[in-house]
């Protein structure tokens, strides 16, 4: 096995990784950071498709390579504004929760805190 | 089995380990400081993965800023009433089922490369001369793909009005709210007193050196917003109110720059975003300090956060 393969299959499993934590974990700042892992792993996905067209003297194709460099700012710029409107609702509400039927809290506690 | 290959095993499992910990961890400080440690490790992979352009970024975003906006993220949600419930049982196998199979598909995908491996390496490596650069990721991102590169300074842009307008009406144009730990004696402050020199000079350093080595406008851009921040934070110099002027100026200018030069090389090159002949490396430099400029003040801010405080006259 090439060490390309090896840290695609990594990249596989980031993603197995990524999208559990999104669908499993309830708290919105952990679905953020579930996200950005899962997209790591697409980006390194990606890594090993430039690795393996290495041709003309480099060692990967650099369009996927700069590719992956804007998906990686991009991805910076959702997770800046999620995290933005995460603190948001706390601010509006005092919770950091995505559920409507809060059974931690209760509704009386709603307002500006 | 070559030391190298050992290297990469030990790599993979750590990486795996670490991204397993992020999700499974139950604390989310914990999972944060994993998180860094991961887009550590992730930029050592880029390098296995002879992609030091990509490796430079991931270190300064996707361990760097990422993480650091969600340590500020996780101190402010301490407060935070109400638990959430976990998934149930049920939904939880569900969901690894379905991960696993997606993961599953992408493994097969990568174990089944094609017969032909496509590869764009030669066309860019032709016409990289034209240019005057000497990294071919600078050339494919100012050069061939530059409409992209133009884009996606515009989303920082966006992500940065969208952060601000979720301020409240009566803060709009007021202070951001970055928490600033000032204490004169602190460690914090004497990192913040030496440091910033030396990473200015790594800055532009890295903006120049960019269209020849691996580095770039981003990376560069990254490293002044560190700086930025962490006099900000220090309490060593004062956050901007968001209506000031030059910050807006500032982070404007580099996508101004790009696309008046874009739509100069509509009249000069016969197209958007050409460069007329043998002006193209100097211009690109050109786009590349003013672009470095923007993003750091674009990074600082938006990990600043929305306004919280009015400015006081």
């Known amino acids: 096995m090439t060490a390309a393969t090896l840290f695609g299959l990594c990249g596989a499993a980031l993603v197995g990784f990524g999208l559990y934590g999104l669908v499993t974990n309830p708290e919105p700042l952990r679905k953020i950071l579930a996200f950005n892992l899962l997209g790591s792993g697409v980006f390194l996905v990606f890594g090993v498709v430039s690795r393996r067209a290495a041709a003309s003297g480099l060692g990967g194709d650099p369009v996927p390579q700069a590719m992956v460099i804007t998906a990686i700012v991009v991805a910076f710029a959702a997770t800046a504004m999620a995290i933005a409107l995460v603190l948001r609702l706390l601010q509006e509400t005092g919770r950091s929760t995505l559920s409507a039927d809060n059974p931690g809290g209760t509704d009386t506690d709603r307002g500006n805190s | ?313």
């Open chain 2, 1 to 313: 089995m070559t030391i190298l290959s050992v290297f990469d095993i030990g790599l993979v499992v750590l990486l795996l380990g670490i991204g397993a910990s992020t999700i499974a961890a139950r604390e989310a400080f914990a999972a944060v400081i994993g998180f860094v440690v991961y887009g550590l490790l992730l930029s050592i992979a880029w390098v296995r993965l002879s992609a030091v352009d990509v490796a430079l970024t991931e270190a300064a975003i996707g361990g760097g800023m990422t993480g650091m906006l969600m340590l500020g993220a996780v101190a402010r949600l301490r407060v935070a009433k109400g638990s959430d419930t976990r998934a149930s049982l049920p939904a939880r196998v569900a969901a690894g089922v379905l991960s696993a199979i997606v993961a599953a598909g992408l493994a097969i995908a990568i174990l089944s490369p094609p017969e032909a491996i496509p590869t764009l390496a030669p066309m860019v490596m032709e016409n990289l001369a034209q240019s005057g650069l000497g990294n071919p990721v600078a050339g494919v991102l100012f050069v061939y793909r530059a409409l992209d590169t133009l884009l996606e300074k515009v989303v920082l842009i966006l992500a940065l009005l969208g952060v601000w307008s979720l301020a409240p009406d009566n803060v709009w144009g007021g202070i951001p709210g970055l928490r600033v730990y000032a204490r004169p004696d602190s460690t914090l402050t004497f990192l913040a007193q030496l440091l910033p020199p030396v990473g200015i000079v790594v800055a532009i350093y890295m903006c120049w050196v960019g269209a020849k080595e691996p580095g770039g406008a981003f990376q560069g851009g990254t490293v002044l917003a560190a700086m930025w921040l962490l006099v900000m934070i220090a309490g060593l110099t004062s956050v901007p109110s968001i209506s000031q002027t030059w910050l807006r100026v500032l982070v404007v200018v580099g996508p101004v720059i790009f696309l008046a030069i874009g739509l100069a090389g509509m009249v000069l090159a016969n197209a958007f975003l050409a460069y007329p002949s043998g002006y193209a490396k100097p211009l690109i430099v050109a786009v590349e300090v003013a672009l470095t400029l923007s993003i750091g003040v674009a990074l600082g801010l938006l990990a600043a956060g929305p306004p919280e405080r009015v400015q006081q006259q």
